[in-house]
Structure formats: C-alpha cells, structure tokens
C-alpha cells in the first residue's frame, strides 16, 4: 500500500467510505484505508553507533565517521551508511507531500581542557538548527553531550543526515556515538 499524510488518510477516508446509506462501501475500500493508516504509522527508524572516533578539528565541521554498527533500518523508510556517518530517508518516492523526522544524537567527547567542541545535525550536506556545544575537560575526562528534536520536510524527497564536529583546533575523541532517526507520522506529516 502507500505511506500517506494523515491530511491525506483523512480525505482517503471521506472520498472511500461515504455514510454507506447506498451501500457503496466495499471491503476493498476498507481494506485499502487500513493498509495505508498503518503503513503511514508503522514504526520506522535508522540508527547507527560508533564505540569511538578520532577527529582533527577546526572551525570547518567535519563529518562523524565512520560508525561501527548499524543498529536497524527499516526497509523503504531509512538506509544506514556506515563509513560516510548517514542516515537517509527514503520515502521521497512514496508520493508523500513531505515527511517529519525525530532524531537522538548523544555521545561524548574528549580533547585539551577548555576546548570548544560544537556537534551539528546536518541535513542533505547543509547545517540544520540542531547543535549542541561542550567544552572538554582535557584528557581522560570525557564530556557527555546530547540533542534531540524534529526536522521538518515540507517538499517530498529523500534526505540525508550526519553529525559533524567543529571547534578549537586539534585532534578530539569522540565515544560511544548514537544517532537515530525515526519517521513521524504527525499532522505536520503534509
């Protein structure tokens, strides 16, 4: 069936299942209504982990790569890329109007006291509104930082996303990385 905006479930279900005085619901526009809702709200995620990174910053971010483990991705919503760091949704071709995204990014980062590190979500090779920034604790001490939020597609298509350090300069580790993205079928979901 075919994932859909819930503006578009709606009118799905006003043009197929009309009050029925006239007997023109058939199973097959039910069945058909069914399948889309829960293709639309099926769970869909991508996820991958890194156990740990090295990374030579400046202020140019760099991408966080390469993960070590692909922790899932649902098939026909999200494909993981290991080496380049990515988490793409593939639903552009579903015919969907757009399409909302929530994603958790959290890991730590060690690097020379009072260093600057700021971590980025980028969106198709372009820095989004979502960043977090710590400041290192120098060696041995790694520093937790996390972020979470939703980034919101108002033109159909595929996007890709990756996190990408910048800061002082100088060589940082970063440990135990996740990142997940998960579809969200929302009103917004137009």
């Known amino acids: 069936m075919t994932i859909r905006s819930i503006i578009e479930l709606l009118a799905q279900a006003d043009a197929d299942l009309p009050d029925n005085a006239a007997g023109l619901i058939s199973p097959a526009d039910v069945r058909g209504l069914i399948k889309n809702l829960l293709d639309t709200l099926s769970p869909a995620y991508g996820a991958i982990q890194c156990s740990g990174v090295s990374k030579v910053l400046s202020a140019s971010p ?14 026909g919503y999200y494909q993981t890329n290991l080496t380049n760091g990515t988490i793409t949704r593939e639903i552009g071709t579903a015919g969907i109007a757009g399409a909302t995204d929530f994603f958790i990014a959290d890991g730590a980062v060690e690097g020379p006291n009072n260093d600057l590190v700021t971590v980025t979500l980028f969106k198709n090779g372009a820095p989004t509104a979502y960043s977090v920034s710590v400041t290192c604790q120098g060696t041995g001490r790694p520093v937790e930082w996390n972020m979470a939020g939703i980034v919101y597609s108002a033109a159909p298509g595929n996007a890709s996303f990756d996190l990408r350090a910048s ?19 929302v009103r917004s979901f137009v």
């Open 62 to 75: 760099v991408v966080l790569s390469p993960f070590t483990a692909a922790v899932t991705a649902t098939v």
């Open 167 to 185: 800061g002082d300069a100088g060589s940082k580790i970063f440990s135990n990385l996740d990142f997940l993205i998960q579809a969200q079928a």
